[in-house]
């Protein structure tokens, strides 16, 4: 049971560090809660059984760096939302663009099955 959830606390103190490097760094909140309980079950084990392991440390400190750039990024990151009508003007003008290409073409010259 030891090796089980010490490897888990590995695995998830892992995944939590990726996702708090990418732009989703909130859904690292969930892998780091799910490794501090593997890593306090593991911890509990090896302290029963007499002698405690430095990877079960290893996966705490993975762990707290991993939930502290999430909190980082949390607090220091401004979303902007962008303007919107410069982007629909945009939208507009490459529609009319399109339509002005479409009515260039001329369908007569075109042979079907040659």
Avoid: C, R, W
Avoid at 6 to 24: G, K, M, N, Y
Avoid at 72 to 101: Q, R, W
Wanted: net charge negative; aromatic share 8%; glycine share 4%.
């Amino acid at each position: 049971m030891k090796k089980a959830t010490t490897i888990l606390a590995i695995i998830t103190s892992f995944l939590a560090i990726i996702l708090s490097v990418l732009p989703v760094s909130n859904l690292a909140i969930f892998p780091a809660i799910a490794a501090l309980v593997f890593g306090l079950i593991a911890f509990y084990f090896s302290k029963k059984s007499g002698h405690v392991k430095k990877i079960i440390q290893f996966t705490f400190l993975l762990t707290i760096i991993a939930l502290s750039i999430t909190i980082y990024k949390a607090i220091f990151t401004t979303i902007e939302v962008a303007d919107t009508e410069t982007l629909e003007a945009k939208e507009n003008e490459s529609e009319e663009e399109a339509l002005k290409d479409l009515e260039d073409i001329d369908l007569e010259e075109l042979e079907i099955g040659g």
